[in-house]
């Protein structure tokens, strides 16, 4: 089956510094990852759709200048969390979906960004 | 904008039918899709309606009915290990994102 694989899994760092989170599809193509925020038993909250080579899509309410998308090729796409600070903390998780368009999601094993 | 509301908890008993219900407003909606969470744990895909009527996978089902924005997710003889979070999801917009709803924490009871 298809595999995503996201790095790292957790992560702590000082208020102030940027944090970067990778996302690749192993073993197929991916057009479209989409990166969700989910807080203790709550739902997964969509940031961003990421494409690629084109500029992520974000929702509204989520600050593009602080949540940086890059999607450089069809297997990679990153998130890094700019000048970070404690309400930033939360469990990041990303998905893709095959270039064959199929609806099915294919997430990673997710984030745990800590920041102190 | 868009809204997905799900049931918050449902308890049933090994081996009953559960149903988990899901109402969406949403524009430029393709389809429902519904994913299981356990705790810890990344998210799995399910099943995926982009028409009316009943999909059937092994003992789960889901079910849409676009012209009332409801769907259902059917589990069928309930296990221990089918203790999870259930989420409903509709692909929409051009990009076919995908937005989750509320979710419904499930537990099985012996």
């Known amino acids: 089956g298809a595999v995503v694989s996201q790095h790292p899994s957790w992560v702590i760092c000082k208020s102030g510094t940027s944090v970067k989170i990778e996302c690749r599809s192993l073993?197929?193509?991916?057009?479209?990852m989409f990166w969700y925020r989910q807080f203790p038993k709550q739902s997964l909250m969509l940031m961003a759709t990421s494409n690629e080579g084109s500029k992520a899509t974000y929702e509204q309410g989520v600050e593009k200048d602080k949540f940086l998308i890059n999607h450089a090729s069809l297997t990679l796409s990153t998130l890094t969390v700019t000048s970070a600070h404690p309400e930033d903390s939360s469990f990041y998780i990303c998905?893709?979906?095959?270039?064959?368009?199929?609806?099915?999601?294919?997430f990673g094993s997710g984030t745990q960004l800590s920041v102190l | 904008g868009q809204s997905l509301e799900q049931p918050s908890e449902v308890t049933a008993v090994e081996g009953a039918i559960v149903q988990i219900n899901c109402t969406y407003q949403t524009s430029g909606f393709y389809g429902l899709s519904w994913y299981q969470q356990h705790d810890g744990g990344a998210p799995t895909f399910l099943s995926y309606n982009a028409l009316d009527g009943l999909e059937e996978t092994g003992r789960f089902s889901s079910f849409l009915s676009r012209s009332d924005s409801y769907g259902y997710l059917l589990l069928q003889e309930l296990q221990m290990k089918d203790s999870a979070s259930y989420f409903c999801a509709v692909n929409s917009g051009g990009y076919q994102k995908v937005t989750f709803g509320t979710g419904t924490k499930l537990q099985v009871i012996p």
């Open positions: 998905s893709a979906r095959d270039l064959g368009g199929s609806e099915k999601l294919f």
């Open positions: 073993d197929f193509q991916a057009t479209t």
